[in-house]
């Protein structure tokens, strides 16, 4: 792949975020937060299916909040209990680094709120989150907390997770300026099998733990 400029967003401040329902924080998100789209297909002649993942992310005084729009021709939740293989279902991921150290944080969010995450210096030296430090990180789904496999058809919903700003190593008070990230989309065990980033990723095949493709950030 041909190397391109990195994407950058600017994170909108929002008060309260933390405090809303899903139907608060989609509309507040939808009318303040910055816009992404998760349409970048790296790989489109192994893995030519690409959904519909449109999302945008936003902050409040202690929260970073990522919600995220798909439409796609499956639905995959096998993962129903957070640190699970939340790849291999239809999962939406924030990845961003830690300013004070220059690792990385990923949060893989499936399509039904089950959350995997850790700090990572790369996709094989890592520290998980405990499954009692995650829900700290709010989070939410248009479907409910339940197994689910649809392989043919039309199915769309909403996901969204408001992570404390102290699990990404910054200060609240203190943001920095500017950070590195991406947004992805994948589904390795869905029926049509996607691997989608917001910031161009020039690897030979999928593989979302590689900090220099990530985009720009500002806070």
């Not at 920095?176 to 029926?191: H, I, M, S």
């Amino acid at each position: 792949m041909t190397a391109q400029p990195k994407k950058k967003i600017t994170v909108p401040f929002i008060e309260g975020l933390e405090d809303m329902d899903l139907e608060a924080l989609d509309l507040a998100m939808e009318t303040g937060a910055a816009k992404f789209a998760v349409c970048e297909n790296n790989w489109p002649e192994s893995w030519p299916y690409t959904p519909d993942c449109n999302g945008a992310i936003a902050r409040s005084r202690t929260h970073l909040a990522v919600i995220y729009h798909v439409r796609g021709l499956d639905l995959r939740a096998t993962a129903i209990e957070d640190n699970g293989n939340s790849w291999e279902d239809s999962c939406c991921e924030f990845f961003v680094s830690d300013p004070s150290d220059g690792t990385y944080y990923n949060f893989e969010l499936t399509c039904a709120g089950s959350l995997l995450s850790s700090k990572r210096k790369s996709r094989d030296d890592s520290e998980m989150f405990s499954k009692d430090a995650l829900k700290d990180v709010i989070r939410f789904s248009s479907l409910e907390k339940k197994p689910v496999e649809m392989k043919d058809g039309i199915a769309q919903g909403t996901v969204a997770m408001m992570i404390p700003v102290g699990m990404i190593g910054s200060d609240p008070a203190n943001l920095p300026e500017t950070g590195g990230g991406n947004f992805y989309k994948c589904g390795d065990l869905t029926a049509h099998p996607h691997f989608l980033s917001w910031n161009p990723v020039g690897t030979p095949k999928p593989d979302f733990h590689r900090p220099e493709f990530f985009g720009e950030i500002r806070f």
